[in-house]
Nanobody, 122 residues
Framework: QVQLVESGGGLVQAGDSLKLSCAAS????????MAWFRQAPGKEREFVAT????????LYADYVEGRFTISRDNAKKTVYLHMNSLKPEDTAVYYC???????????????WGLGTQVFVSS
């Protein structure tokens, strides 16, 4: 079992930056691919970014490519999402997720956090 707790959300203005963190706890963190998803009000949850256990592999959704960066610190069991040039359409609850195995854009992740709210004003 892996427990995930997101933090770092808040209210920012368009063009600002924000860094989200996801702290993992539990038996092990080893071998887990990690990802960020988001869900805006009235919309389905959507993929944002994912990173492999080694950090050598990453995937991004087209709508965040070049603005967001996912990274991880395995010693701290923490994954980060660095968000730059934020837009109002980035407003959503951001969820951290973990899975054993390779990275994927699908929602086939085994463990999920409760989310952190990001609100971007225009």
């Amino acid at each position: 079992q892996v427990q995930l707790v997101e933090s770092g959300g808040g209210l920012v203005q368009a063009g600002d930056s924000l860094k989200l963190s996801c702290a993992a706890s539990g038996r092990t963190f080893t071998g887990y691919s990690m990802a960020w998803f988001r869900q805006a009000p009235g919309k389905e949850r959507e993929f944002v970014a994912t990173i492999s256990w080694s950090g050598g592999g990453t995937l991004y959704a087209d709508y965040v490519e070049g603005r967001f960066t996912i990274s991880r610190d395995n010693a701290k069991k923490t994954v980060y999402l660095h968000m730059n040039s934020l837009k109002p359409e980035d407003t959503a609850v951001y969820y951290c997720a973990a899975r054993i195995g390779g990275i994927t854009r699908s929602s086939r992740y085994d463990f999920w956090g409760l989310g952190t709210q990001v609100f971007v004003s225009s």
